[in-house]
């Protein structure tokens, strides 16, 4: 069983930044980052392989976020520049066990609202 605790989310102006942090309790495969604005579908926002600190990010954020980790601190960062209105939602740290597999521990997700 992993825990996962997100903190940095809040409300900021279009064009800032905010930093993300999900802190895990135990080993994980991947950690990613998920969104889900109201009316719309969760999206995978971006992802890490603890083991090979391979990335993956969506379309709407590469060039703007960067995930990276901190392998002492067992802790996931999402670095967000440049935000805009559309970056709005709830925003999810999940896991993916040792075992690979899904997402299959999620945190309890933490607002982002970005106002104009």
């Known amino acids: 069983q992993v825990q996962l605790v997100e903190s940095g989310g809040g409300l900021v102006q279009a064009g800032v930044s905010l930093r993300l942090s999900c802190a895990a309790s135990?080993?994980?495969?991947?950690i990613g980052w998920f969104r889900q604005a109201p009316g719309k579908e969760r999206e995978l926002v971006a992802e890490i392989r603890w083991s090979t600190g391979n990335t993956y990010y969506a379309n709407s954020v590469k060039g703007r976020f960067t995930i990276s980790k901190d392998n002492a601190k067992n802790t996931v960062y999402l670095q967000m520049n440049s935000l805009q209105l559309d970056d709005t939602a709830v925003y999810y740290c999940?896991?993916?066990?040792?075992?690979?597999?899904?997402?299959?521990?999620w945190g309890q997700g933490t607002q982002v609202t970005v106002s104009s």
């Open positions: 999940a896991a993916v066990g040792t075992s690979g597999g899904r997402y299959a521990y």
């Open positions: 135990g080993r994980t495969y991947a």
